[in-house]
């Protein structure tokens, strides 16, 4: 069995493929859009899958709680420093729960925790 994707419900497609295209390089590999149905657009290429799912009456950043959702990074710093630059705010770290990882989290646009990972030692 493999891991198809993580689906996120957000309320403003726009603002969330700015924050999963810039701060993650994530590409739309599919959009669906039209009909009665809301628009939905798949991101991320290989192993990584994101899929939003437009839905103007979302739960917002007050009502999320208990998902995070993670990713690898290359520089902690670096990340750190493009995510302030985009005007986001580390939720909470830079935290390292073990001698050979550090992280920190960062809320998307509709209150999901992300969190940006690096494995000290991993190339």
């Not at 899929?51 to 993670?70: C, N, Q, W, Y």
Request: proline share 7%; with cysteine.
């Amino acid at each position: 069995m493999g891991f198809c994707w993580c689906t996120i419900m957000v309320r403003n497609m726009q603002a969330s493929l700015h924050f999963y295209n810039e701060t993650l390089g994530l590409p739309v590999v599919r959009k669906m859009t039209g009909g009665p149905g809301p628009v939905i657009c798949f991101l991320g290429e290989g192993e990584t899958k994101i899929e939003l799912v437009e839905v103007p009456d979302a739960p917002g950043k007050e009502k999320r709680s208990g998902i995070a959702v993670g990713f690898d990074v290359a520089s902690l710093e670096q990340q750190m420093e493009l995510i302030r630059k985009m005007g986001y705010e580390v939720e909470s770290g830079p935290f390292s729960p073990a001698p050979n990882v550090r992280f920190f989290y960062v809320l998307d646009p509709d209150g999901v925790k992300v969190q940006f990972v690096k494995h000290v030692g991993k190339e």
